[in-house]
């Protein structure tokens, strides 16, 4: 339907509609609309675009899918808005006003026909009609093409190639910049209203970021109108927050050149070093206009080869909400000295006492005795003699070695029971047996290249030998047939309990033995009650139901104070539900709900000793609660995003946390404060793991990485990829020599602590034309509905610190422990084949 002139026409200055040619564009036949934008896009500099148009008949290009229609006043209001006369603005020059006045106007209107009447009367009618908008001027053309959404597509790609073309020692130092002018990008063609060209956008540059960056990809992805993005947290925070990049000095002179003149950068196989015509400097002004309003460098005096290519990725994202930063310097830099915001944020504070304190001295006492006699009566049984001389003495076992840090006295841990209980003492001396029992897993015996050589063969037996000292044995306990979902699993500390929790608000409870559990009866007078053992259940049950959440159960956690001695007496779970639960083993029922968060808890954790534990809850925060207690003992704050996950530091001093603002913190227990803030992860942190001596700090996020942290400097010591899945779990083994995760692409996978890591290299062209600029698989990454095939995998980039993969057959691990011998138990839940009923970790 037609647009009359007094209706859906806009007036502008003179109450004349844009003409061309005398002709409104309204009239306009399809081969001079071609016409028309074929010379516009020339214009800008897209001449190979403007020869496909002027060479078609009429009609839309081939496979160009139309941009969603719009009203006649929000062309002509986007395209031409309307100035006030400055005398230098090209609307005021002479014949121009005339020229771009009432475009939409019927030509059978009087003021159309008194416009080419005006027109008709300064021009020949011999010279020949133009058929583009050349006449209108170089300035006009640029202002009516100012958000071409083409304009950015090759803006950014002229970026990516100045970045990829620089040299090798700067690459990584340039390619941060790269994420968020994308973001910028699409938001700003979203927000104009090109959705098809924002989407364009997205699927041209998405696979280069997908790795590192596929939560915020898919979040974007989902805004679609100009409201959307105005509704966003996410995109919210990338307009009002500044994007963090690092740079070198030198760095920042090459950029500057770039901007300035296009200096440097080879385009990709062209060997074109300076990349010139306006077209490419309206490029340019587009990214240094987000630079100047979105991004902030942090400029170091230390050169580029003298930096680790990791660092520049710990320094870049929207984390000056994360850390507290400095002021900036006249050219509005911030000058860093020392390192990355966090690094000199985690110098400001004290050294830590990360030591391993032993047992008390009465207990220490007791637990000698213990072990003396026990050592007596075990040889006098096998032999009939006396203790041989030279026995190992199993009491010097039961202090912790030194991990080389301060150990922390009784007074500044939190408060625990004055005296010990006999409990105490058989948790102790069964530690003791574990230690003399434990499987030592060396790593170091089984070299990279001894691991290539197995992989390819698997024959010899000097190799066959030392895989099996480096690598755990692994216990895989699958959920099928469990229509209801399994959201968390967990084992026992001595492994005889196994929990899981569902999206149907329930619990779950096995004996991994097989055993039937029984609860202690109801039915009962307690005046005739000799012993608990006469009023327990006499039929068991296989399997136990606890019911009491009304949401999903996302977190589990068992009562450790018992160890490896003796089963656990009471089982900690937190749901969506906002709430977490204390139940008890014994009775098999709900015995105290704590209740403080004010959105889902997704994770939940007792300390090492018992009687506290921690929460981390959507709400942005992490709680540490006692047993005993239904209001939290201190709210640790400070994450701008959930807390996905929580861990204790074995000497109970320290709390770890890990959020979806992409990172981990450690907490003074004590006092409540942040003592340490890691930033490094390019994704939510979705697990974490504290190595037993106390050292280090394992994290796993969306980014498909594992980050290896030190906890007395707070400095990243490697990551570690291979995961081409979301990572639900990681564990450190006994001597914190082999790292095990596992996650939703049905593998677990073993990691060698000690070695520097590193990505491992490719020779051929092929190979390395499969890698984005992260040095990862140019595709995307797996979800948890379709995990990769083993090919896909073999084309992603693996760390050499990977030891070993052990796939399953379709099972998403969401948990994996460690025994106190180093037996490695391991729990996920059965995917059937796509077309069956499949269950999600989270809902």
């Known amino acids: 339907m037609s647009a009359t002139p007094d209706g859906d026409s806009p007036k502008l200055d003179g109450n004349e509609a844009l003409v061309v040619n005398g002709v409104a564009i309204n009239k306009l036949s399809g081969r001079d609309l071609d016409q028309l934008a074929a010379a516009v896009l020339e214009q800008r500099g897209y001449a190979d675009i403007a020869a496909i148009i002027q060479s078609r008949s009429g009609g839309l290009v081939s496979g160009v899918q139309a941009q969603p229609p719009i009203s006649s006043s929000d062309l002509v209001n986007r395209h031409l808005p309307r100035q006030k006369p400055t005398g230098d603005s090209p609307f005021d020059k002479p014949g121009i006003s005339e020229r771009v006045a009432g475009v939409l106007s019927d030509p059978s209107s009087k003021n159309s026909k008194e416009a080419r009447d005006s027109r008709d009367s300064r021009e020949p009618r011999s010279k020949p009609p133009q058929s583009s908008l050349t006449e209108l001027g170089a300035a006009t053309a640029s202002q009516l093409l100012s958000d071409d959404p083409l304009n950015r597509q090759e803006a950014f790609r002229d970026l990516q190639a100045w970045v990829e073309g620089s040299l090798d020692m700067y690459k990584p130092e340039f390619r941060p910049l790269l994420f968020p002018m994308f973001v910028h990008f699409y938001l700003d063609l979203v927000q104009e209203g090109y959705l098809e060209g924002a989407r364009m956008f997205m699927r041209r540059f998405y696979r280069y970021f997908s790795v590192n960056h596929r939560v915020v990809l898919d979040r974007l992805s989902a805004l679609t109108m100009p409201i959307h993005v105005g509704q966003s947290d996410l995109a919210r925070r990338y307009r009002e927050e500044k994007y963090v990049v690092r740079l070198s000095k030198s760095g920042k002179d090459l950029l500057l050149g770039w901007l300035t003149d296009g200096v440097g950068g080879e385009d990709m196989g062209s060997g074109v070093g300076i990349m010139g015509g306006e077209r490419a400097k309206a490029g340019r002004d587009q990214v240094l206009k987000v630079i100047n309003n979105c991004l902030e460098f942090h400029v170091t005096s230390s050169h580029s080869l003298t930096i680790s290519p990791n660092v520049w990725e710990e320094s870049t994202g929207l984390i000056t909400k994360l850390v507290p930063s400095k002021q900036p310097d006249g050219d509005g830099d911030i000058l860093m000295t020392n390192g990355t915001a966090a690094e000199e944020y985690n110098a400001s504070h004290p050294d830590l006492k990360l030591g391993l304190p032993g047992p008390e001295p009465a207990l220490k006492e007791e637990v000698e005795k213990a072990l003396q006699d026990d050592q007596m009566h075990g040889m006098q049984m096998a032999n009939g003699l006396v203790p ?58 089984f070299s990279a290249m001894e691991r290539k050589e197995f992989s390819m063969n698997g024959f010899d037996q000097r190799q066959v030998t030392a895989r099996q000292k480096a690598l755990p044995s692994v216990c895989c306990f699958t959920f099928k047939d469990a229509p209801e979902g399994v959201s968390s699993a967990t084992f026992s500390a001595d492994s005889t309990l196994i929990a899981a929790g569902f999206s149907e608000s329930y619990i779950r409870l096995w004996s991994t033995k097989g055993d039937k559990l029984r609860a202690l009866r109801s039915d009962f007078d307690l005046s005739e009650v000799k012993d608990l053992r006469e009023i327990k259940e006499r039929h068991g049950t296989i399997t136990r139901k606890l019911i009491g959440h009304s949401a999903p159960v996302y977190g589990l956690s068992f009562e450790p104070s018992g160890g490896a001695a003796l ?48 929460t981390g809850s959507r709400d942005n925060t992490a709680r540490l609660w006692t047993s005993d207690r239904v209001s939290p003992l201190r709210i640790f704050a400070g994450h701008l995003s959930d807390v996905d996950c929580v861990k204790f530091h074995p000497n109970s001093l320290y709390l770890a946390t890990g959020s979806s603002d992409t990172t981990c913190r450690l907490w003074d227990v004590q006092s409540g404060t942040c003592v340490r803030v890691f930033i490094g992860h ?22 498909l990485a594992i980050n290896l942290w030190d906890l007395g400097t707070g400095k990243r010591v490697k990551k570690m990829t291979g995961h081409t899945a979301t990572i639900y779990s990681l564990a450190f083994s006994q001597e914190t020599s082999v790292l095990v995760s596992g996650g939703a692409d049905w593998t677990v996978r073993c990691w060698d602590v000690k070695s520097a890591g590193g990505l491992a290299t490719k020779t051929s062209a092929e190979d390395a034309s499969l890698v984005d600029a992260n040095g990862f698989a140019k595709k995307p990454t797996a979800s948890g509905a379709e995990a990769p095939t083993e090919k896909e995998e073999d084309d992603n980039f693996v ?36 077309g069956e009923v499949s269950f999600d970790r989270r809902v």
């Not at 390019?682 to 980014?703: F, I």
Request: with cysteine; hydrophobic share 35%.
């Open 567 to 614: 089963p656990p007496r009471f089982l900690l779970s937190s749901s969506a539900d906002s709430t977490a639960r204390l139940w008890s083993l014994d009775t098999m029922t709900n015995v105290v709900a704590y209740r403080g968060h004010s959105k889902p808890v997704w994770d939940i954790e007792w300390s090492p000793r018992g009687i506290y534990f921690a």
């Open 682 to 703: 390019q994704g939510p942190v979705t697990a974490m793991a504290t190595s037993p001596d106390g050292k280090y700090l394992a994290s796993a996020g969306e980014d």
């Open 388 to 445: 041989h001389p030279n026995a190992p003495d199993l009491r010097g076992l039961v202090q912790p070695p030194s991990n080389g840090h301060p150990v922390p006295t009784p007074a500044d841990g939190p408060p625990m029971p004055p005296n010990f209980r006999i409990i105490d003492i058989k948790r102790e001396v069964e530690r003791v047996r574990d230690i003399r029992r434990r499987i030592k897993l060396d790593p170091t015996t």
């Open 799 to 834: 760390t050499r610190d990977l030891m070993e993969t052990f796939p399953t057959k379709r099972t998403p691990i969401f948990n994996v422990q460690f025994t106190p011998r180093n037996l490695c138990l391991v729990a996920g839940c059965y995917q059937p084949p796509v």
